[in-house]
């Protein structure tokens, strides 16, 4: 057969099925989070501090979720059921944000909402690897992170259509966005199949053993650091839209910030990787860092929406040359035996870290104002950066 006759395998339904989950789910939570910081203080009278501390909990709770969500799918041998939980539970907690009284039942819709995030995400990986051959993997992965960027996308300006249509009203806003995680509850129902096994369940090691630890080499803890320290520079996304807002950004155009991050965060990500396979992170991952550090400046000293927005689109930036190529570096420190009990520690630490960082920027912001906590982002980042030389030294290589 001529070679030009071969077709790639088409991509299984499974697979966009679960893209369009992602989807729904998506414009649902960023409809909802892209207003979350400016409804927590001008709504419910909650203080920075309290809106970091609650964005801390939400996002290391789904960093801690997903070490064992894997590792449980496959001791069951299914993994429908976690994610059909995981997306339920998404679903179940947007009511909950509309008939918020005050923080403490926001913070528990947050946990409800990150506990489901944490709990779908790695069997929803896991199954697109079960349902799909290894030469269509990477284009099954890349469709379904793309429907998951149009999410993030559409629902901040989903929620700015509704805020001008409701004068402002935020809790009508979220009100609307129970219904596309209801949407995507309903996908997962009706349009998702766990994979035929031959094997069935197979016994699963725990997700993270003590023994391991000692097995892991100097390079792969040295990431670690510089994921933590690069962690407590980059706390919560919250912060940006307060800032914007205090700026003179109004609250019915404050979705606009997570819009504008995101196109750069996506528009970059992908470009990062193909660069680092070839050239390798390192450099990549400098140039990462010394926008973030640029991002600071801009939003802790920059006045007006021109250097407030610049500096948003650098954060994007950013995460696009640092989220991915952590991952690459922790796959290339990690044994290949002890590589998912890396990446459990690695999300493990990092979640933890997170809730440190943000709880920390909030006091900051409260006792000293917004310049404090992005130049205090920037002081950590420039620490993350002495680390990754510390790295790039061939004691750590070895």
């Not at 429908?80 to 913070?107: E, N, R, T």
């Not at 199949?193 to 993270?208: I, V, Y």
């Not at 307060?242 to 996506?266: D, Q, T």
Request: glycine share 12%.
């Amino acid at each position: 057969m001529n070679a030009r006759t071969v077709r790639r395998p088409a991509i299984p339904r499974t697979v966009w099925t679960l893209g369009f989950v992602s989807l729904f789910m998506d414009i649902s939570s960023e409809m909802i989070h892209a207003l979350m910081p400016l409804f927590l203080t001008g709504v419910l009278g909650a203080s920075v501090a309290l809106v970091g501390m609650i964005d801390g909990v939400a996002e290391a709770t789904a960093s801690i979720s997903k070490v064992f969500s894997g590792y449980i799918s496959d001791r069951m041998g299914r993994r429908k059921p976690l994610i059909l939980l995981g997306y339920g539970l998404g679903a179940a907690s947007k009511p909950l944000f509309a008939l918020a009284g005050g923080p403490g039942p926001v913070l528990g819709a947050r946990f409800i909402d990150r506990i489901g995030k944490g709990l779908r995400g790695a069997p929803r990986d896991a199954l697109v690897a079960d349902v799909t051959s290894p030469q269509n993997r990477g284009r099954a992965y890349g469709l379904r992170q793309a429907l998951d960027t149009v999410g993030a996308f559409l629902g901040p300006l989903i929620a700015i259509g509704l805020m001008a249509l409701y004068s402002g009203d935020m809790r009508a806003v979220f009100w609307w966005a129970v219904l596309p995680g209801a949407a995507a509850v309903v996908l997962v129902l009706l349009g998702i199949s766990d994979a035929e096994r031959t094997q069935g369940p197979k016994p699963a090691r725990a997700p993270l053993r003590l023994g391991d630890l000692r097995a892991l080499p100097t390079g792969f803890w040295a990431v670690t650091a510089i994921g933590m320290v690069l962690t407590m520079a980059r706390f919560s996304e919250a912060f940006l839209v307060l800032k914007a807002n205090a700026s003179g950004l109004s609250p019915l155009l404050s979705p606009l910030v997570l819009v504008v991050m995101n196109l750069f965060y996506s528009a970059g990500a992908y470009p990062a990787g193909a660069m680092a396979d070839r050239a390798g992170p390192h450099r990549l991952l400098f140039l990462g860092l010394a926008s973030l550090i640029a991002a600071d400046l801009l939003l802790g000293l920059g006045q007006g929406l021109l250097p407030v927005f610049t500096g948003i689109a650098l954060w994007g930036v950013h995460m696009a040359l640092t989220q991915g190529l952590l991952a690459q570096l922790v796959a290339q420190h990690a044994p290949d035996d002890l590589r998912g009990s890396a990446f459990g520690l690695f999300n493990l630490a990092s979640g933890i870290t997170m809730l440190a960082a943000s709880v920390l920027a909030g006091l900051l912001w409260d006792w000293a104002g917004p310049a404090a906590t992005f130049l205090f982002g920037a002081g950590f980042t420039l620490l993350a950066g002495m680390l990754l030389m510390l790295l790039r030294s061939p004691a750590m290589r070895h």
